[in-house]
């Protein structure tokens, strides 16, 4: 079973920026896609952003031009670069990782990072 470590998150002013990483337990996996979700307080988990083959990235309308999702597939790590953060991007972020092993599809879910943005 591959477990996700996160970290980076923490607290921040309204405008400032942090970065967050997963990194997944296990190397040589093959992950088709990476990702972070988010879930705010008295909301249901949603997307943030993926990436996936050939670096193709999908975003959430309200993070589109402040966010941005990268990986090093070598390491079996992918990062959050969150820009011009917002007091309602205040959230418990999660990694995500769908991946194959043994010819089998498998996910992962990180077990969360809190990120809050003062005003």
């Known amino acids: 079973q591959v477990q996700l470590a996160e970290s980076g998150g923490g607290l921040v002013q309204a405008g400032g920026s942090l970065r967050l990483s997963c990194a997944a337990s296990?190397?040589?996996?093959?992950?088709?896609?990476m990702a972070w979700y988010r879930r705010a307080p008295g909301r249901q988990r949603d997307m943030v952003a993926t990436?996936?083959?050939?670096?193709?990235?999908n975003y959430a309308d309200s993070m589109m031009g402040r966010f941005t999702i990268s990986r090093d597939v070598a390491e079996n790590t992918w990062y959050l670069q969150m820009n011009s953060l917002k007091p309602e991007d205040t959230a418990v972020y999660y990694c995500?990782?769908?991946?194959?092993?043994?010819?089998?599809?498998?996910?992962?879910w990180g077990q969360g990072t809190l990120v809050t943005v003062s005003s």
């Open positions: 990436i996936a083959g050939g670096d193709s990235t």
């Open positions: 296990r190397s040589g996996l093959s992950i088709n896609t």
């Open positions: 995500y990782a769908e991946y194959t092993f043994l010819r089998h599809l498998f996910d992962a």
